[in-house]
């Protein structure tokens, strides 16, 4: 009877309370941020992440397309409008679980959100949040389960005639509940310590 109870008390205790904003195994250290792709041009700016306490807030990458007053590509491979093109900026974390949060986008390419489009990467796959043919200021909630990683992307395309950025809100997480094997092999765990300090006791 103790052992079901202390099982069932494992599983419970193994989905945790839901983490607000960034912080504990949330927090921005647990990130991972980098900018893929060649960018090409003049005046090239990678895509930046900042984090506070209650918001990440993310900046697309740009370039002056060269020569000036071209619309020549500023990402090597880059094409605009398409979520495929090689430069990008992504936010992301190697944490299973439900993430919940808001959105707001916006970007300054005189030629559209088709130039910048912000989404989500859900284990390894991108999903489109932004409307490539929507306003040029968005904005959203969503709830995705993520078996492994889960973060954020923005894709400059073309990567030129300005930048995009997005601000993640309200932001949560709730951890993963674990397997069944993974709770068994911990119970386990405790069951044995608890057997070694009986023995070790005096008689």
């Not at 052992?3 to 647990?30: D, H, I």
């Not at 900046?59 to 880059?78: E, I, K, Q, R, V």
């Amino acid at each position: 009877m103790k052992t079901a109870a202390l099982f069932a008390l494992l599983l419970a205790a193994g989905a945790g309370p839901a983490l607000a904003a960034f912080s504990g195994p949330a927090a921005p250290a647990n990130f991972t941020v980098s900018n893929v792709g060649t960018l090409t041009g003049g005046s090239p700016t990678l895509g930046q992440a900042l984090f506070s306490p209650t918001q990440l807030f993310m900046a697309g990458s740009d370039t002056l397309a060269s020569p000036a007053g071209s619309f020549t590509p500023g990402c090597s491979g880059g094409v605009y409008g398409v979520l495929a093109s090689p430069c990008e900026l992504d936010v992301t974390i190697a944490t299973a679980g439900s993430y919940s949060f808001s959105w707001n986008y916006i970007t300054t390419d005189s030629a559209g959100p088709a130039g910048d489009i912000f989404g989500v990467i859900v284990d390894g796959v991108h999903l489109q949040l932004s409307d490539p043919g929507g306003a040029f200021a968005q904005t959203g909630s969503a709830t995705f389960t993520a078996q492994s990683s889960f973060g954020w992307f923005i894709n400059c395309t073309d990567c030129i005639d300005g930048a995009a950025t997005a601000t993640v809100s309200a932001f949560t997480l709730t951890p993963a509940v674990p397997e069944p094997a993974s709770a068994l092999l911990l119970l386990s765990g405790v069951a044995v310590v608890g057997l070694a300090r009986r023995l070790r006791r005096p008689a």
